[in-house]
């Protein structure tokens, strides 16, 4: 039985091709997005983001790393600005103003990961999306840092997630969410679950489960036969997500599922 919450999307037949064709064609109205990560041991998943993103066709793009990584960054990372870490190589709590300044400088932000599993760091970025109210985008390990606090996750509006299964079923677990979600459970079930949950929860979910990656929003689900896992643990897919993302904020499922 097909479901009328339900669309599959393949190469040959996109399910929103509208989405493709108003793209802005200058950079003035392509708008601006912040991509924020990194920790003394990595900013891999950033660099990429701020190459996709500007690829995708964002106006602007400016990236807030810890300054201990102030060193080692490339001057390909053109727009670096650096705020204040900890003895760890991550964000400190003293971070908060630059966070703050370059979100404010944005329409829509991007948290890519490699942020390490510092408390001080998680208690920075709890509090700054409490109080945040443009799109927020979340992916990798970004996701796994606010684990104390599932529920900001699912009941901040203008939040996309991108996420492993596994990430996926410790936030159903995190909400007590009343269903299972299983490794071995069909697709159809996985749609229905998420159906029930984004009706439930206003976030966007996108994850990757039997070579589909399904998108969620409020109780319509989207999927996309996907071969390219790879994509989504390096952070391309998400930085490509919150790039569409940032000309239809009102459409999350319609971009998200078009920059697939």
Excluded: C
Aim: hydrophobic residues 40%; charged residues 20%.
């Amino acid at each position: 039985m097909e479901h009328t919450y339900w669309q599959k999307q393949s190469v040959d037949k996109p399910l929103f091709p509208d989405i493709e064709w108003s793209k802005p064609e200058q950079k003035s109205q392509a708008g601006k997005l912040a991509i924020v990560g990194g920790n003394k041991l990595g900013f891999a998943g950033v660099a990429e983001a701020y190459k996709v993103s500007l690829e995708a066709g964002v106006g602007q793009v400016k990236v807030l790393l810890p300054d201990a990584l102030k060193k080692s960054v490339p001057h390909a990372v053109i727009d670096a600005n650096f705020a204040p870490s900890n003895t760890s190589g991550g964000f400190s709590a003293d971070a908060k103003a630059e966070l703050r300044a370059i979100s404010e400088w944005a329409d829509a932000l991007l948290i890519v990961g490699d942020l390490g599993r510092n408390s001080e760091t998680a208690v920075l970025f709890e509090q700054f999306l409490s109080d945040y109210q443009k799109p927020v985008t979340l992916t990798r390990d970004s996701v796994d840092l606010i684990k104390n606090n599932p529920k900001l996750l699912a009941e901040r509006p203008d939040t996309l997630l991108v996420l492993s299964f596994a990430q996926l079923q410790k936030l159903f677990q995190g909400v007590y969410y009343p269903k299972m979600l299983t490794f071995s459970m069909q697709l159809t079930q996985l749609v229905e679950n998420l159906h029930k949950f984004t009706i439930t929860y206003p976030v966007t979910i996108a994850t990757l489960h039997n070579d589909n990656l399904l998108v969620a929003h409020g109780g319509n689900v989207t999927t996309t036969k996907w071969q390219n896992p790879m994509a989504i643990w390096r952070g391309t897919t998400a930085a490509t997500a919150a790039s569409y993302w940032l000309w239809n904020q009102k459409k999350p499922l319609e971009a998200v599922t078009a920059s697939l």
